[in-house]
């Protein structure tokens, strides 16, 4: 069983095909369904794996066409699109066979963009929001939950397993700590839906939620590295607008991710050191949701951003 982030987004080749090395696994979903960054992360991996040197991702845009399965492994098809002396394009089918078809269904198609190096004739980039506690001063998510929810008896001992049930995947291949300016590390993701945030005074689009993340363990490849930063930051955006606003997964007949555009800014990210990723929702309604997602390196360094649009279904409303 795959116990590394690079060993979860790991590829095998198959002819024209490059098939998923594990079976994904579920996060933020008491269903067999898979995390969507799985999606993500290994149809930037299989594109990467036909780039030619020289070129970095830009951009990697795409659809959840359908549902993962936990039970059976993914299947990559990269085709090249467009080849010029400055960029590449490549469309991606990730399909997966299930047991009661013999044809691989589509789960999702995307669009991955390489672009070669040029010389910048401006260079900066946007700071946070806000300023937020340092990764050094701030606590791992096992710590925050056990020692300051768990043992002071502010959570119950089956919240604290249902915590765990719902976001257990990242405790093995990266570390966070959430800041605790950020409303995810006041209410638990969102779970404990009555504590009190210090941004309730704040519009839902001006509120923000922040952590450092790193991979914990090494990752060898730019490949590697800028699939491992996709399938980190597909996480939180689709049921975000919950969090945010006193509610949690129960609230919501459904709540997952429609679409992803995924930009990167430094074509070299070192995902196993330190970054801080910020995320706030920019617009609800209509039953979808809008967010966002942006990354800093240590030295205040715009890396990537992606956006994502979600449905958030009513209770009840699917069966009207």
Known sequence: MASTLAEHIALKKAGPHYISSSKPQRMGNAAPIAYGGYTIGLGIHAAYKIAPDGFHLYS???????AVSTDTHLICTPTELRRTRNFVTYRVLIEQKIKSSDQPRLCMELLVDFHK?????????????????????????????EDQWLKK???????????????????????TRPCPEGITGQNLMGMIKTVQTTQDQLSPTAKTSADWIRAKHPLQTEGEH??????????????????HNHMFFDDADACSSLDFAFRIFS????????HLREVINHCAGYG?????SRLWDEQGNLIACMTQQSILRVPGSAKL
């Open 226 to 243: 800028i699939a491992s930063t996709g399938f980190i930051m597909d996480g939180i955006l689709s049921f975000l607008p919950l969090t």
């Open 117 to 145: 190096d040029e010389p910048s004739l401006l260079n900066y980039s946007t700071p946070p929001t806000q300023t937020y506690s340092h990764w050094q001063k701030c606590l791992p998510w096992e710590s925050v939950i």
């Open 153 to 175: 008896g502010k959570i119950s001992e089956s919240e604290f397993q249902t915590f765990n049930t719902l976001f257990g995947l990242t405790r093995d291949l990266y570390e």
């Open 60 to 66: 990697a845009m795409g659809h959840y066409l359908r």
């Open 267 to 274: 074509p070299t990210p070192k995902v196993d050191e330190w």
């Open 288 to 292: 979808r949701t809008y967010s966002e």
